[in-house]
């Protein structure tokens, strides 16, 4: 079992930055995978804002690359979204997902954060 706890969402002007935190708390039998962040904008569908492999790999999306850093603390079990230069458009909850794989399998767990929201001022 895995459970998320999000933190850092806020309101800032646009141009500014935000770090969103997630931490994972999960049972001995389980190791993480990959990690990342979702948003979900009012009345549009969720879409992938960036992962992170655990061997460090990250992708972004389009819209986003060069703005933002998804990086991990494996010690920690957490993952961040630093967002810098931020628009208007990156209004949104922001969900924090996680991938995780039972020890000795090949079964592998998706889990979801609570999600933060994310407003931008023009």
């Known amino acids: 079992q895995v459970t998320l706890v999000e933190s850092g969402g806020g309101l800032v002007q646009a141009g500014g930055s935000l770090r969103l935190s997630c931490a994972a708390s999960?049972?001995?039998?389980?190791?993480?995978?990959?990690m990342g962040w979702y948003r979900q904008a009012a009345g549009k569908q969720r879409e992938v804002v960036a992962s992170?492999?655990?061997?460090?790999?990250?992708n972004y999306a389009d819209s986003v690359k060069g703005r933002f850093t998804c990086s991990r603390d494996n010690a920690k079990n957490t993952v961040y979204l630093q967002m810098s230069s931020l628009k208007p458009e990156d209004t949104a909850v922001y969900y924090c997902?996680?991938?995780?794989?039972?020890?000795?399998?090949?079964?592998?767990?998706?889990?979801w954060g609570q999600g933060t929201q994310v407003t931008v001022s023009s």
């Open positions: 992170i492999t655990s061997d460090d790999i990250t």
């Open positions: 997902n996680v991938q995780a794989r039972r020890y000795g399998t090949t079964d592998m767990y998706e889990y």
């Open positions: 999960l049972s001995t039998f389980f190791s993480i995978e990959t």
